[in-house]
């Protein structure tokens, strides 16, 4: 059974840093490609960055390059999204989820590349 679970979130102040984790089970990274969004309030969800489960090969959304990084940790099936630097734009709920190169080749942000969705977590950038 495919589970996805991000944690991490909470209240963090601009300027500053965080990790978001998303644990997976039910399946091997090596076969797919994990990607991280977020939904801000009112607004639609948006890419932020994913990762190849295979080669680790990465790819960024242009607004985010430079300030995030995304890593894996195989042997805890854990994928991890620091984020640097962190802005009020960044609020908002980050869901993980995975997709399959298989279907869909390459790296890419585009949402209905991804079949299966985590619950999200919380970030709220704030003074």
Not at 40 to 51: F, H, Q, T
Not at 55 to 66: I, L, N, V
Not at 77 to 104: H, R, W
Request: aromatic share 12%.
């Amino acid at each position: 059974q495919l589970q996805l679970t991000e944690s991490g979130g909470g209240l963090v102040q601009p300027g500053g840093s965080l990790t978001l984790s998303c644990a997976f089970s039910g399946f091997s990274l090596d076969y797919y490609v994990i990607g991280w969004f977020r939904q801000a309030p009112g607004k639609e969800r948006e890419g932020v960055s994913c990762i190849s489960g295979s080669d680790g090969s990465t790819y960024y959304a242009d607004s985010e390059r430079g300030r995030i990084t995304i890593s894996k940790d195989k042997a805890k099936n854990t994928v991890f999204l620091q984020m640097n630097s962190v802005k009020p734009e960044d609020t908002g709920v980050y869901y993980c989820a995975i997709s399959n190169p298989v279907v869909f080749a390459g790296l890419a942000l585009d949402a209905y590349r991804y079949h299966f969705w985590g619950q999200g977590t919380q970030v709220t950038v704030s003074s």
